[in-house]
C-alpha cells in the first residue's frame, strides 16, 4: 500500500509505450490486496486516511490534465485505508503525481521518444539532497532497457548525488523479463 522505495514514476519508450502499459496494468490489477502479513498479498493498506486522501487528489489531479486510469484508481472494496493498485498512462511532468511523492500503489508512466529525453525528464525533477527514496524513481525506464551497458551510462548522466541504481539494478531487471514473458 504505501512505501517510499518502489519506483512509481516509469519512464517508456514511445515506440514500446502502449505496449508497456497494457501489460503493466494487466500485472497490476490481478495484485492480491490485503493484510500484508499474509501470503500471497502484494498489496497491503495505507498508513492513514489522510494518505488516502493524497492518493486520490494526486490521480484526480492527473485526471483532470490528461492521464487515463489504466487500471485500479479508486478505493478497494475492502474498505478502510486499502487503495487499488493503479497504473495511469498519459502522465506529464506537469502533474502533481509526478512532482510529488504519492506513497501510494500507483504506478504513473510517462512517454519519452529517446533516452536522451528520458534523461532530460529526470534530471528536471526537483528533489530534496540526500533522500535516495525519492532518486529511485527517476530510473526504471532506463533500467529496463535490454540494452548491454545501459545502467552504467544512466549512472554517468544522470544528475544524481546518489546512486540507487545498485539496489534496482537485479528488480529491475526481473521485472523486464515477467513483463516480456507475460
Known amino acids: ?24 496494468a494487466a500485472r497490476v490489477a490481478a495484485m492480491a490486496v490485503g493484510n500484508g502479513l499474509t501470503d500471497p ?11 488516502l486522501a493524497k492518493v486520490e487528489d494526486h490521480i484526480a489531479d ?3 490534465n490528461g492521464a487515463t486510469v489504466a487500471t485500479g484508481g479508486a478505493r478497494h472494496d ?9 497504473v495511469l498512462t498519459g502522465v506529464t511532468t506537469a502533474m502533481r ?6 506513497f501510494g500503489p500507483v504506478a504513473s508512466t510517462i512517454r519519452v521518444a529517446s533516452y536522451e529525453e528520458a534523461l532530460a525528464v ?14 529511485r524513481h527517476a530510473l526504471i525506464s532506463a533500467a ?7 545502467l552504467e551510462q544512466v549512472r554517468a548522466h544522470l544528475h544524481a548525488t546518489l546512486d ?3 539496489e534496482l539494478e537485479d528488480a529491475t531487471v526481473e521485472l523486464l523479463e515477467r513483463l516480456k514473458s507475460g
Not at 78 to 86: K, N
Not at 144 to 150: D, K, V, W, Y
Open 1 to 24: 500500500g504505501q512505501t517510499c522505495v518502489c519506483a512509481n514514476r516509469i519512464y517508456v519508450q514511445s515506440g514500446v509505450y502502449d505496449a508497456f502499459a497494457d501489460k503493466l
Open 41 to 51: 498479498v502484494q498489496v497491503g493498506p495505507l498508513i492513514n486516511t489522510a494518505a
Open 62 to 64: 492527473a485526471v483532470a
Open 78 to 86: 475492502l474498505g478502510g485505508t486499502f487503495f487499488q493498485p493503479t
Open 97 to 102: 503525481i509526478w512532482k510529488e511523492e504519492v
Open 122 to 135: 529526470a534530471n528536471g525533477l526537483q528533489v530534496e539532497p540526500n533522500n535516495e527514496a525519492l532518486w
Open 144 to 150: 529496463h532497457s535490454a540494452q548491454p551497458g545501459r
Open 164 to 166: 540507487p541504481l545498485g
